[in-house]
Antibody, heavy 122, light 107 residues
């Protein structure tokens, strides 16, 4: 069974750096058919993609947030880490990690973690 | 960046109705389009990938169509458990983005 679980702080202060960890099980981060993505959702709003990382360590970032984001992986620990600098109250959201499944040139997110609600406030 | 626009933003329908949700991409994305369902307080789940392929375990009343810039998600006969928010998402290149969502409510 494939599962992903997000962990990290639930409250950060403005200007701080956020570090979130996604622990995966049921698949390997070295599997060429898979990757991991981070996606967030402000309360009552739409989903926003943040970043990807793939088995070959290829990374991709949202254009609008690129300067603030870093994604990395620790294959031995089966973890993917997302860092976001200079946090602001508008970054308050539920943060999800999701497996990227690749097949025949297509890819989609399945499954998703349960999400972690992060509040940015002083 | 490719922008995804869904319509309508919200929709009221009854059990048994046929419902169609539309998603338009700002440029051609071939068939690199996925659909997700999200229920309150839960993570999204994939329904349709590659525009028309039904994810394993998803009921056959869900179907997807389209290519290029225009796509649709159709629910042939609404069931009580289908009332949720639906999102389209493109996976055309090394970026991706979601539509703004369509909230399907009970009439």
């Amino acid at each position: 069974q494939v599962t992903l679980k997000e962990s990290g702080p639930v409250l950060v202060k403005p200007t701080e750096t956020l570090t979130l960890t996604c622990a995966v099980s049921g698949f390997s981060l070295s599997n060429a058919k898979m990757g991991v993505s981070w996606i967030r959702q402000p309360p009552g709003k739409a989903l926003e993609w943040l970043a990807h990382i793939f088995s070959n360590d290829e990374k991709s970032y949202s254009t609008s947030l690129r300067s603030r984001l870093t994604i990395s992986r620790d294959t031995s620990k089966s973890q993917v880490v997302l860092s976001m600098t200079n946090m602001d109250p508008v970054d308050t959201a539920t943060y999800y990690c999701a497996r990227i499944y690749l097949h025949s040139g297509f890819n989609w997110f399945d499954p998703w973690g349960q999400g972690i609600l992060l509040t940015v406030s002083s | 960046d490719i922008q995804m626009t869904q319509s309508p933003s919200s929709l009221s329908a009854s059990v048994g109705d046929r419902v169609t949700i539309t998603c338009r991409a700002s440029q051609s994305i071939s068939s690199y389009l996925n659909w997700y369902q999200q229920k309150p307080g839960k993570a999204p789940e994939v329904l349709i990938y590659a525009a028309t392929s039904l994810q394993s375990g998803v009921p056959s009343r869900f179907s997807g169509s389209g290519s290029g810039t225009d796509f649709t998600l159709t629910i042939s006969s609404l069931q009580p458990e289908d009332f949720a928010t639906y999102y389209c998402q493109h996976s055309h290149n090394d970026q991706c983005s979601f539509g703004q969502g369509t909230k399907l409510e009970i009439k």
